[in-house]
């Protein structure tokens, strides 16, 4: 049911059957046993179709995109997957079953028995089943790229080739577990302000659409002159009484387009972009992204992936600007540059950094030199978030005490004249 034409000798190619079925065309980002990564345009029925005939070609998918479509195969966070299977619990009891003595296959037979829930047990029979067929445990993960990225299948694979699947686990659950901590500590940070904020918004619309209205009926036939600003917020206040259902219709409708128009953009990853032209904060956001991005890398050279591969894995889950500079860097690196030299140049190394990758390449270390540099600035990450919350948080709640307070002022006004001149 596919296309495969001609053998993958260039980085880009199409694989083409001319007597299966047309399908749908897909991009494929695969490793090939040199370890090099190639990109092949497949047509299939599937995104899984697409991965088992890359597969034929003794190739590992890492990513599967419809064409000029978007990724059906790798997640935009690292080791995240499924939102329903739980890449790091299903690599914590894998982990302890392998420690144990038990086989992979024992091990997920072990797995099975105990699991609940049907989507869980759905990606572990398809995982046992491909195991008994005689796959290699890399290539039934990469067969779900929906669930498993291709962080998670390339460190497996480089496992494999040195026999040390347990200790590639270890490895990831202690890379997801920082990673978690990391984004746990920001989520943290942001539950606060975002509790004002809708405490606030709600005060302020019930002011605005239920007590000003109210009041702009009482001063309208007072005959009285009113401060221009009052008299702004009780016409506001008579137009929201006489049109109250298509107002607060309208402002339903850009809540909701906020709200999708907001997760779009926190999907397609230029949100790190933005935030790191803020000025005050940028800096500490791209810090933040490249702590990330020393982990990743630290981790995959670690276990035995060559580095031309590991930056292009990376480059899965960055945002565009730092995708474009590891593609700066890989052409360095490919014309014969060292890693700090292609960091270096491409805007990727901290002074920090720096200095450690160069230590790092002359003692033959850099993973763990990247590993280190991440550790640093993470903890320089967490303690400037706990300083920007513990200003940011009193100034949210004077600017919406000061709005509240506003809007109060200018409803009281014309009472305050009245009683002056009454006095």
């Known amino acids: 049911m596919a296309s495969l034409a001609g053998p993958a000798t260039q980085p880009t190619s199409r694989i083409n059957e001319d007597t299966a079925e047309q399908g749908c065309a897909f991009e494929v980002r695969a490793l090939s046993p040199d370890n090099l990564i190639e990109t092949h345009s497949v047509d299939a029925a599937d995104a899984g179709e697409a991965g088992r005939l890359v597969q034929q070609r003794r190739l590992q998918?890492?990513?599967?995109?419809?064409?000029?479509?978007?990724?059906?195969?790798?997640?935009?966070?690292?080791?995240?997957?499924?939102?329903?299977?739980?890449?790091?619990?299903?690599?914590?009891?894998?982990?302890?079953?392998?420690?144990?003595?038990?086989?992979?296959?024992?091990?997920?037979?072990?797995?099975l028995e105990k699991e609940a829930s049907p989507v869980s047990r759905e990606?572990?029979?398809?995982?046992?089943?491909?195991?008994?067929?005689?796959?290699?445990?890399?290539?039934?993960?990469?067969?779900?790229?929906?669930?498993?990225?291709?962080?998670?299948?390339?460190?497996?694979?480089?496992?494999?080739?040195?026999?040390?699947?347990?200790?590639?686990?270890?490895?990831?659950?202690?890379?997801?577990?920082?990673?978690?901590?990391?984004?746990?500590?920001?989520?943290?940070?942001?539950?606060?302000?975002?509790?004002?904020?809708?405490?606030?918004?709600?005060?302020?619309?019930?002011?605005?659409?239920?007590?000003?209205p109210r009041f702009a009926g009482v001063?309208?036939?007072?005959?009285?002159?009113?401060?221009?600003?009052?008299?702004?917020?009780?016409?506001?206040?008579?137009?929201?009484?006489?049109?109250?259902?298509?107002?607060?219709?309208?402002?339903?409708?850009?809540?909701?387009?906020?709200?999708?128009?907001?997760?779009?953009?926190?999907?397609?990853?230029?949100?790190?972009?933005?935030?790191?032209?803020?000025?005050?904060?940028?800096?500490?956001?791209?810090?933040?992204?490249?702590?990330?991005?020393?982990?990743?890398?630290?981790?995959?050279?670690?276990?035995?992936i060559p580095i031309l591969a590991a930056l292009d894995i990376v480059s899965n889950a960055v945002s565009p600007s730092t995708r474009a500079g590891l593609l700066a860097a890989r052409r360095i690196i490919s014309d014969g540059g060292t890693l700090s030299q292609a960091f270096d140049s491409s805007g990727l190394a901290t002074p920090i950094a720096l200095r450690m990758l160069r230590v790092g390449e002359r003692s033959g270390q850099m993973g763990a030199m990247l590993t280190r540099s991440a550790l640093f600035y993470e903890g320089e990450s967490a303690r400037w978030i706990e300083r920007f919350t513990k200003v940011f948080e009193p100034v949210l709640m004077t600017a919406i005490g000061l709005l509240v307070g506003l809007i109060v002022i200018l409803l009281y006004m014309p009472i305050f004249d009245l009683a002056g001149t009454l006095q």
């Open 61 to 111: 998918p890492l990513s599967i995109k419809a064409a000029g479509g978007a990724v059906a195969g790798s997640a935009g966070l690292p080791g995240r997957g499924s939102r329903a299977f739980s890449i790091l619990l299903f690599s914590a009891e894998l982990l302890a079953l392998l420690e144990a003595g038990l086989s992979l296959i024992e091990a997920f037979e072990a797995l």
């Open 123 to 212: 990606v572990l029979e398809r995982l046992t089943a491909d195991l008994r067929e005689g796959q290699r445990f890399s290539a039934a993960l990469a067969r779900q790229p929906d669930v498993f990225p291709p962080l998670y299948v390339g460190i497996v694979r480089a496992a494999e080739g040195t026999s040390d699947l347990p200790r590639a686990l270890s490895r990831y659950i202690d890379y997801q577990t920082r990673l978690d901590t990391v984004r746990n500590r920001m989520v943290s940070a942001a539950i606060y302000p975002a509790i004002l904020l809708v405490v606030g918004g709600g005060v302020t619309f019930f002011l605005m659409g239920y007590v000003v």
């Open 219 to 304: 001063y309208q036939g007072s005959g009285r002159s009113l401060p221009w600003l009052s008299q702004l917020l009780l016409d506001w206040g008579q137009f929201v009484g006489q049109h109250s259902g298509p107002v607060f219709g309208c402002l339903l409708a850009l809540v909701l387009a906020a709200g999708y128009l907001l997760r779009r953009f926190v999907g397609s990853g230029r949100w790190i972009v933005f935030l790191t032209r803020l000025p005050g904060i940028g800096e500490r956001v791209r810090i933040i992204e490249l702590s990330r991005l020393y982990l990743t890398t630290g981790m995959l050279l670690e276990g035995g």
